[in-house]
């Protein structure tokens, strides 16, 4: 079995939109990691798993003019978009799997990724060798998605609302279950702090956040749906009419009236 994977959510324009709609809603975490890592106008930064472009876009705001941004994805359709939306000649986009470390890295101050790591099978061991390939004072960032924490208060809540609340439990179940029928795990985040200290980095700093139920966030799992329906169906975790059907009961709900239905994990360390 190879250690790296296809991305399991869409590569196409749609999917865009979707990455589009998780940078809004980890906006305030994305400046908080920058924030800990404390990013100077000459560094250079590698982004892994950079897609679209949008955390990249908040890194290249605190470059200075000698600051270099290296984004990594093996996408080409999504590393086309990040580098047509940004123009910007700081940007160099690499085409590369970044399981498999190369030779992008050499040089890196800082290296970041957001919502990649929870994409690539057992990725603590690209985590460990991710510390082996960089020298002594590089700084490295990553946020994580939470689809599990939140899922306590919704089971908790839904007994007093379950028409409003279910469809939301019921997005959390299918996503988790399609990373774990693709042999990936949903939630590296939860022990990413004890993950990096174990491999030997140094400051590990960790933080959880919320994010928000809006409009967005609905939208974003509609997409979800759309985006998996085919991979949903295939491995069984839900046919063509349930599919369907939680996206009309998404469409229906009042995104004022919903608790945070997920959550953000922040983790920043050293070499």
Avoid at 163 to 191: C, H, K, M, Q, T
Avoid at 218 to 227: G, L
Avoid at 236 to 244: F, H, M, P, S
């Amino acid at each position: 079995m190879t250690e790296s994977k296809k991305y399991v959510l869409g590569q196409s324009e749609r999917a865009a939109r979707r990455l589009q709609i998780q940078d809004a809603h980890f906006g305030d975490t994305s400046e908080q990691l920058l924030d800990d890592l404390a990013l100077r106008p000459g560094d250079r930064v590698v982004d892994l798993g950079c897609g679209p472009g949008g955390f990249s876009r908040r890194i290249l705001r605190r470059l200075g003019p000698q600051g270099v941004l290296v984004g990594v994805d093996y996408t080409n359709g999504l590393l086309t978009q990040a580098a047509a939306g940004l123009a910007d000649n700081r940007f160099q986009p690499v085409l590369a799997d970044v399981a498999k470390l190369g030779p992008w890295l050499n040089g890196a101050d800082v290296v970041v990724g957001r919502a990649m790591l929870h994409h690539i099978p057992m990725v603590e061991l690209m985590l460990g060798r991710l510390r082996a390939a960089l020298p002594k004072g590089v700084r490295v960032g990553f946020i994580e998605p939470d689809f599990r924490s939140p899922l306590a208060r919704l089971a908790y809540q839904e007994t007093a609302r379950p028409e409003l609340l279910a469809p939301l439990r019921f997005w959390a179940i299918a996503i988790n279950n399609l990373y774990l029928a693709n042999r990936l795990s949903p939630d590296v985040g939860a022990s990413l702090a004890r993950t990096l200290e174990t491999a030997g980095f140094q400051r590990v700093r960790a933080g959880w956040s919320e994010c928000r139920s809006d409009n967005l966030m609905i939208e974003n799992r509609i997409m979800f749906y759309e985006e998996v329906h085919d991979q949903l169906q295939s491995l069984g975790i839900l046919t063509a009419q349930e599919i369907e059907e939680q996206c009309n009961r998404l469409r229906a709900l009042s995104p004022n009236s919903l608790p945070a239905a997920w959550g953000i994990h922040r983790v920043a360390c050293e070499t």
